[in-house]
């Protein structure tokens, strides 16, 4: 199927690593002109080189990071919010100021970027914007409280958006993944999985953290190829009239309609 993205240009947050990093990859080889972000400047230079993309760097818990990721990234046709990160706090030692932190570096870094970005969108005429959300967001655990909301606060935004931008000719939508298999994540579990008994390497332990920690219909973490399809979709104009939507990639882990 062609996803007729060639040729639009392409801004995906935290794309040099994990999830945002493949995004990135599979839009670009749809044809998309990407910019790839991030603020670890040598991983950020390495993806955009290898795809053959323009890089910025900026921390998006700023304004003055985000003034420069607009700047560099110019004329944005697909904004993908995926840059986020999911510190490991219990309710414990989970201060007001770590809540704080996370909702700068998961929820107003997203918020900037549409400020920034959103307004040649709709003047154009045509633009797309998906926030990477995930499923903690409507099925919260007792860790990660601060994380847990932040999610919720993206879904949730991304759909005040879409209504917002009703008949502009951009559209917003929620791509929500359960656990996928990225290097942050890997290395998390690792380290659990050591402390419990259940092995060394991903291979032994991927069932038990499946079955005790993320359970789902498939019984397997989700590879990030799996989500990028997603956003690919929804970044296309075949996906004209879908707006305000959420689309889960869990493996079914999410138990509703
Ligand atoms: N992996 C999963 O299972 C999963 C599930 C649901 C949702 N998500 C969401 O998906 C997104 C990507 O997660 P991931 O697992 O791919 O994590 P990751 O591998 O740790 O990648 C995070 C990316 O975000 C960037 N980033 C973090 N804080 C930033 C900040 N303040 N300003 C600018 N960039 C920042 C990082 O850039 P640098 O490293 O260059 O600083 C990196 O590119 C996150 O928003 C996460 O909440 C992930």
Redesign the pocket.
């Known amino acids: 199927m062609n996803l007729e993205l060639e040729g639009k240009r392409a801004l995906v947050?935290?794309?040099?690593?994990?999830?945002?990093?493949t995004i990135a990859r599979l839009l670009a080889a749809e044809g998309a002109r990407v910019v790839v972000?991030?603020?670890?400047e040598a991983?950020?230079r390495a993806v955009a080189a290898s795809i053959g993309a323009d890089a910025v760097l900026?921390?998006?818990?700023t304004d003055e990071?985000a003034d420069e990721v607009a700047k560099v990234a110019g004329h944005v046709d697909i904004l993908v919010n995926?840059?986020?990160?999911?510190p490991h706090h219990t309710w414990a030692d989970a201060t007001p100021g770590r809540w704080a932190q996370t909702y700068?570096?998961?929820v107003i870094?997203g918020v900037r970027m549409i400020q920034r970005l959103v307004p040649g969108m709709r003047a154009r005429g045509w633009g797309r914007i998906i926030t990477?959300?995930?499923?903690?967001a409507t099925q919260p655990i007792a860790g990660l409280p601060d994380?847990n909301a932040?999610?919720a606060a993206r879904h949730n935004l991304a759909v005040s958006l879409a209504r917002e931008l009703g008949g502009t000719g951009v559209t917003s939508n929620v791509v929500?993944?359960?656990?996928?298999?990225?290097?942050?994540?890997e290395t998390v579990f690792l380290h659990m999985a050591r402390e419990r008994g259940w092995g060394s390497t991903w291979e032994e332990i991927e069932p038990r953290v499946v079955n005790e920690v993320a359970p789902n219909d498939l019984g397997r973490?989700?590879r990030?190829e799996e989500v990028a399809a997603a956003v690919a979709y929804l970044a296309s104009p075949l996906a004209a009239y879908v707006s305000g939507a959420t689309l889960r990639v869990d493996g079914g882990a999410i138990r509703g309609v």
Request: aromatic share 6%; proline share 4%; charged share 10%.
């Open positions: 947050t935290g794309s040099s690593a994990g999830l945002g990093e972000h991030g603020r670890n991983r950020t900026g921390d998006l818990a990071g995926n840059a986020g990160a999911y700068q570096t998961n870094s990477i959300g995930g499923g903690l994380y932040s999610l929500a993944p359960g656990a996928i298999r990225v290097a942050a994540l973490f989700g990030p």
